[in-house]
């Protein structure tokens, strides 16, 4: 589940990196102020990083995980009805943060999972996923914009594979401590 989960949250995330540049100068902002918009994300994606690395502290991996899965379903509603800059701005602030949050919260969610015996296996495994849907995700986006003309179908798709990735992420259960966890506590 944390496999696919993965793979559905990079399906959207890299599609959006690669897209959308050209669909807000489809929407008519500027090059310049669509690639000042790409570079919001970058740096917003390095505070959500640091919070949800917080939060995880806090919360655990599974809440940050699906408060990230959330926002980007939220930011992915929201980027159907953007025609403006300032929605554009605030798209790119929330979604940058929801990106980085989703690259933090994927190791730890695999340790606590599954232990961290074969730690760099598995996760190995589950950022093959990530890269896998990367890598399908942009393509998608680029065959249904040039049959169409328009991202809008695009994004709509991005929209039900990262709620399918929030259903998955939901859907399981509390992790129990591993063997190695139990005998670290025991010897505390």
Known sequence: MIFLANLSACFCLMSVMVHIVPHTIDTGISPTAAATIL???GGASIAGRFFIGSAIDRIGNRRSMILCFALLILMLLWLQ???KLWMF??????YGFTHGGLFTVISPIVAEYFGIRSHGFLFGLVAFA???GGFIGPIFAGFIFD???SYGIAFWG???VATIGLGLIVALRPAYPQPEVIETIKER
């Open 39 to 41: 570079s919001t994300i």
């Open 81 to 83: 009805f953007s025609k």
């Open 89 to 94: 701005y605030l798209f790119a602030v929330v």
């Open 130 to 132: 990530g890269t896998v």
């Open 147 to 149: 049959i169409t003309r």
């Open 158 to 160: 991005y929209l039900i």
